[in-house]
């Protein structure tokens, strides 16, 4: 199995900061990699894919990087509706997809 | 762009059996190549991989399972009713969690194989 650990597990920021979360997995896994977002209430949505891509529709103030191990999510500029739960995952085996523990992202 | 929409009775009892629909909108099962997976999200957030059945046009190629829940959940597609099905037997409390059907077309870029979530549906064991 393919473990993915996510840190922070929440953190606290202002309105315009930069915000960085990072994933760092078990085994080498290329690029495969996305990190959903998830609101209160709410199913998680996509943001990234391929480590960098972004979905359609998404804010470019959402970056993805990394490859291998180690991957991070920056939101730049954060907007009040960026204050969620972050999620990375990786489906480099198409028998085993994993998740990060999450980020929640608060407002200080 | 596919809709889901999961269905189930929001209370099992202990050692019962957890059965859970997911109906994919129009015709789509039929029209390419998908994986229908199923997620759940307990009380501390944390996401997990259930398992996700594979379907090809009006062929279903079977399914695969976290290893954590081997022996103890199935999922299947009916084509014909385009639905998903989930079912876990033997329950404990430490099965209550909202239960996502997730859907994505195969083959897919690296990463993007979360991309259309159901809204989800609460199920807690209890007596």
């Known amino acids: 199995a393919i473990y993915m650990t996510q840190s922070p597990s929440s953190l606290s920021a202002s309105v315009g900061d930069r915000v960085i979360i990072t994933c760092r997995a078990s085994?080498?896994?290329?690029?495969?990699v996305g990190w959903l977002q998830q609101k209160p209430g709410e199913a998680p949505k996509l943001l990234i894919y391929?480590?960098?891509t972004l979905e359609s529709g998404v804010s470019s103030r959402f970056s993805g990087s990394g490859s291998g191990t180690d991957f991070t999510l920056t939101i730049s500029d954060l907007q009040p509706e960026d204050f969620a739960s972050y999620y990375c995952?990786?489906?480099?085996?198409?028998?085993?997809?994993?998740f990060g523990q999450g980020t929640k992202v608060e407002i200080k | 762009q596919v809709l889901l929409q999961e269905t189930g009775p929001g209370l099992v009892k202990p050692s019962e059996i957890l059965s859970l629909r997911c109906s994919v909108s129009?015709?789509?099962?039929?029209?390419?190549?998908?994986?229908w997976t199923w997620i759940r999200q307990a009380a501390g957030g944390r996401l997990e991989y259930i398992g996700h059945?594979?379907?090809?046009?009006?062929?279903?190629?079977?399914?695969t399972y976290n290893p954590s829940f081997w022996g103890r959940a199935t999922i299947s597609a009916d084509l014909s009713t385009h639905q998903i099905s989930l079912t876990i037997s033997s329950v404990t409390a430490a099965d209550t969690a909202i239960y996502y059907c997730?859907?994505?077309?195969?083959?897919?870029?690296?990463?993007?194989?979360?991309?259309?979530w159901g809204q989800g549906a609460m199920v807690t064991v209890a007596s």
């Open positions: 997730v859907a994505h077309r195969v083959p897919c870029p690296p990463g993007r194989s979360f991309d259309v």
């Open positions: 129009g015709d789509y099962m039929t029209r390419g190549s998908f994986y």
């Open positions: 059945v594979s379907t090809s046009g009006s062929t279903n190629h079977g399914s």
């Open positions: 085994q080498a896994i290329s690029n495969n």
């Open positions: 391929a480590s960098s």
């Open positions: 995952l990786q489906d480099y085996n198409s028998w085993s997809f994993s």
